[in-house]
């Protein structure tokens, strides 16, 4: 495992579908839930993977059903920077490529104010980011860069050691990521999580992209540091997780619980 930096960490320290965005939000997106600040417990932001800049219609879908899931949540179907949806939604800024070059400082600021708008809204509730691939790489550097933001993660398929991740891919013949970047490496954020974060992972035993190897050794610097970690791997599961049910579970389990756990847990 490389070794971590905390003075690294010091030197770099739209519209809604049911219910407007507040109006300081920079980014835009389509949210699901109860509206009203003394009905809502738990917000939740998800934030989708890397693309070609338009977001499917089955991302929203994904936020709707943790809203169904999880009583009392305000769920977020959050387009990162320069994304758009089919809804006719769209994000200002520059998306970057799909060779893990987006997770950069400008693009986490601007998911880091839009948390913090919607956290003005809803500030008696528990703030739950969601990621899935290349947004779970972003989710996890924001929590490394501005601790206390959100209270827990879920993470799913990450490619949470970036540069190691990078070369598998170019191996894997897709030249974009061979390139250099100026994007986060996750795994080099750790020492910046704020103590009472909690933590979860998951990845398909099948994931193709992002194998497991590049995920599990940011789970277990995370609970070197003593924070609550739940490091899964899905038997016959692959890359795409957003609308698996032990996903689902992972966010009903973190916002039931808001108690972070004393002690860290990495299990396959």
């Not at 971590?4 to 997106?29: D, E, Q």
């Amino acid at each position: 495992m490389r070794w971590l930096n905390p003075l690294l960490l010091l030197a770099v320290a739209g519209c809604a579908t049911h219910g407007a965005v507040p109006p300081a939000t920079t980014l835009a997106g389509q949210s699901f839930g109860p509206s009203a600040p003394r009905d809502v417990r738990t917000l939740v932001l998800v934030l989708h993977g890397d693309g070609d800049g338009e977001v499917p219609a089955s991302f929203a879908g994904s936020a709707q059903h943790l809203a169904d899931a999880i009583p009392h949540a305000r769920v977020v179907a959050l387009l990162r920077p320069g994304y758009h949806d089919a809804a006719g939604h769209h994000s200002p800024g520059s998306r970057g490529g799909i060779g893990g070059d987006a997770y950069t400082a400008d693009r986490i600021a601007a998911v880091a104010d839009t948390i913090r708008s919607w956290r003005t809204r809803y500030p008696q509730a528990r703030t739950i980011l969601v990621g899935q691939s290349g947004g779970a790489a972003m989710a996890a550097a924001l929590a490394g860069l501005r601790p206390g933001l959100v209270d827990g993660a879920v993470l799913a398929g990450c490619p949470c050691m970036l540069p190691e991740w990078r070369k598998f891919r170019a191996k894997q013949g897709h030249g974009g990521f061979a390139v250099p970047v100026a994007s986060f490496d996750p795994l080099m954020t750790v020492g910046g999580v704020a103590p009472a974060t909690r933590i979860a992972l998951l990845v398909g035993a099948d994931d193709g992209d992002t194998p497991q190897r590049f995920s599990r050794p940011y789970a277990e610097a995370l609970a070197l540091r003593g924070i609550a970690t739940d490091y899964r791997v899905l038997p016959g599961r692959g890359h795409e997780l957003l609308d698996d049910p032990d996903l689902i579970d992972a966010v009903r389990r973190m916002s039931a619980d808001p108690a972070p756990r004393q002690n860290a847990m990495v299990t396959r």
